[in-house]
T-cell receptor, first 110, second 113 residues
Framework: GESVGLHLPTLSVQEGDNSIINCAYS??????FIWYKQESGKGPQFIID?????DKRQGQRVTVLLNKTVKHLSLQIAATQPGDSAVYFC?????????FGAGTTVTVRA | GAGVSQSPSNKVTEKGKDVELRCDPI?????LYWYRQSLGQGLEFLIY????????KSGLPSDRFSAERTGGSVSTLTIQRTQQEDSAVYLC???????????FGEGSWLTVV
């Protein structure tokens, strides 16, 4: 069964606002977490990752937060743009295997 | 290559036929994965290769599914006697080793009619 899931299946956000996508995981042995973006008709695209010995990591317009106490992961997108519209998946890795949740569909309103 | 390459990108096949899906991982990546994604769903793990060996085949849904990897590079996923429920996107991914970032290809979209 799947050990990773997202809190909300859909998220609608106004262009220019910040987006927050949440994810809960259940395997405390997972040591590595990744966020992927998947646009229609394409494969998952790596956005940002974080190892379990960190609680925050920043990239370009994106920040990932990890709270191991409550097994929660979030992706923050700053100044959301129309090109950010996609399905976002969080994934956790235990040893070599990556497990995915069902995804959150983000729609950016103009 | 620059990224994970998969072929064919689209395949329509008749029920009962066999299909082969190919994956060319990023050069130098020793770890290779196959996942399946049904319409509107998340990614389902199928098989993991480290080099040419497959220490984890636990995700293959039935004995109609098999995969091999030769020369530590290209992998082929074979589905025998295809069924309509096999219709999905088959995604290949690779990683430098099993501790590094995993990168996906664009997928092979399989439709069984």
């Amino acid at each position: 069964g799947e050990s990773v899931g997202l809190h909300l299946p859909t998220l609608s956000v106004q262009e220019g606002d910040n987006s927050i996508i949440n994810c809960a995981y259940s395997n405390s042995a997972s040591d590595y977490f990744i966020w992927y973006k998947q646009e229609s008709g394409k494969g998952p695209q790596f956005i940002i990752d974080i190892r379990s010995n960190m609680d925050k990591r920043q990239g370009q317009r994106v920040t990932v937060l990890l709270n191991k106490t409550v097994k929660h992961l979030s992706l923050q997108i700053a100044a959301t743009q129309p090109g950010d519209s996609a399905v976002y998946f969080c994934a956790e890795r235990n040893d070599y295997k990556l497990s995915f949740g069902a995804g959150t569909t983000v729609t950016v309103r103009a | 290559g620059a990224g994970v390459s998969q072929s064919p990108s689209n395949k329509v096949t008749e029920k009962g036929k066999d299909v082969e899906l190919r994956c060319d991982p990023i050069s130098g990546h020793t770890a290779l994965y196959w996942y399946r994604q049904s319409l509107g769903q998340g990614l389902e793990f199928l098989i993991y290769f480290q080099g040419n060996s497959a220490p984890d085949k636990s995700g293959l849904p039935s004995d109609r599914f098999s995969a091999e990897r030769t020369g530590g590079s290209v992998s082929t996923l074979t589905i025998q006697r295809t069924q309509q429920e096999d219709s999905a996107v088959y995604l290949c991914a690779s990683s430098l080793n099993n501790r590094n970032t995993i990168y996906f290809g664009e997928g092979s979209w399989l439709t069984v009619v």
